[in-house]
């Protein structure tokens, strides 16, 4: 598919940028005129995709989050959302429902099944030491 539109952020890892991310998000998808439900669905998983970086990516210590978009001819969004923190080292079992690494903090391990309960498609991709990308797909419109 054709790219139609595309942005590349970049913002420190700290919490209060979690929702800096979330807005820009809703203004990038806009002209696709979601409905209510679909960018809430977005700015949701986006959310949680943004926190797992700041939380688990880099444990709260400074770091950069990645956030690029792409809009495809078809309306589809793409969503990239990317640390260079410490990694996943079992992408498969961070996944599953209530599994934290955050044991010592009130943490509900449900961020993937979150992400994924939102978009029409998640994928994620990691390596210990070098990171972790989440890559969000949502469908905005053509379901009338």
Do not use: W
């Amino acid at each position: 598919m054709k790219t139609v539109n595309e942005m590349k952020l970049s913002f420190p890892g700290k919490s209060c940028n979690e929702a800096f991310a979330r807005s820009a998000v809703a203004a990038f998808v806009m002209n696709l005129d979601p409905t209510v439900s679909e960018l809430s669905d977005l700015k949701t998983a986006v959310s949680e995709a943004v926190t797992n970086c700041i939380v688990h990516g880099y444990r709260r210590q400074s770091g950069t989050v990645f956030l690029n978009g792409k809009i495809d001819e078809n309306g589809k969004v793409t969503l990239r959302i990317r640390d260079k923190g410490c990694g996943i080292a079992d992408v498969a079992q961070a996944m599953q429902p209530l599994f934290t690494t955050a044991a010592d903090e009130e943490r509900a391990g449900l961020g993937f099944a979150v992400m994924q309960s939102f978009c029409d498609r998640v994928r994620v991709t990691s390596a210990p030491g070098k990171g972790t990308t989440v890559t969000l797909e949502k469908q905005i419109g053509g379901d009338d």
